[in-house]
């Protein structure tokens, strides 16, 4: 492997692309915009964010495009290292799977606003998970990485 090769391997390139919810539900073929290029079409702006390993949502006032927000539904690098220490192993109560193979969820779901943050996130592995979604376990946060857990019969 030459010199340049080894540098290349290193690089990590981010590729950011700005594209309407409307437009990549299909409900409209405004353009998107690539970042360094300018303005892409529809299409090409659907099959970039489809192909993303991750998203960042930036909201913007919809009158002045001014920048409102940026979540993001994936957690960071950084966020995952710290879930993995912090957490160690499955949080649900007698589990004792490593949190290296459980899943990174959202204990308020995303989708409800629940945002993605080391505060709103715990290691839960895929059948606690599973658990947690369908059946009438509760669970909360409540500070400091602490889980409360509510039986289905109040406990």
């Keep these: 492997?030459?010199?340049?090769?080894?540098?290349?391997?290193?690089?990590?390139?981010?590729?950011?692309?700005t594209v309407a919810a409307t437009t990549l539900a299909g409900l409209d073929d405004e353009p998107g915009f690539l970042a360094g290029y300018g303005?892409?079409?529809?299409d090409t702006a659907?099959?970039?964010?489809?192909?993303?390993?991750?998203w960042e949502r930036v909201f913007c006032h919809p009158d002045t495009g001014a920048l409102l927000t940026v979540d993001r539904y994936t957690p960071t690098a950084a966020q995952k290292r710290y879930?993995?220490?912090?957490?160690?192993?499955?949080?649900?109560?007698?589990?004792?799977?490593?949190?290296i193979t459980a899943d990174l969820d959202h204990t308020i779901p995303y989708a409800q606003g629940g945002v993605t943050d080391v505060g709103n996130l715990?290691?839960?592995?895929?059948?606690c998970h599973q658990d947690k979604h369908h059946t009438p376990w509760q669970v909360r946060q409540l500070g400091?990485?602490?889980?409360?857990?509510t039986s289905p019969a109040g406990h």
């Design 39 to 42: 303005p892409i079409d529809a």
């Design 46 to 54: 659907r099959k970039l964010a489809g192909n993303a390993a991750g």
């Design 122 to 127: 715990a290691c839960l592995c895929e059948g």
């Design 83 to 99: 879930l993995l220490a912090r957490d160690e192993r499955c949080r649900t109560p007698g589990c004792r799977n490593l949190a």
């Design 1 to 17: 492997m030459g010199d340049l090769d080894r540098v290349l391997s290193r690089v990590r390139a981010v590729v950011q692309v």
């Design 144 to 149: 400091d990485g602490v889980l409360e857990w």
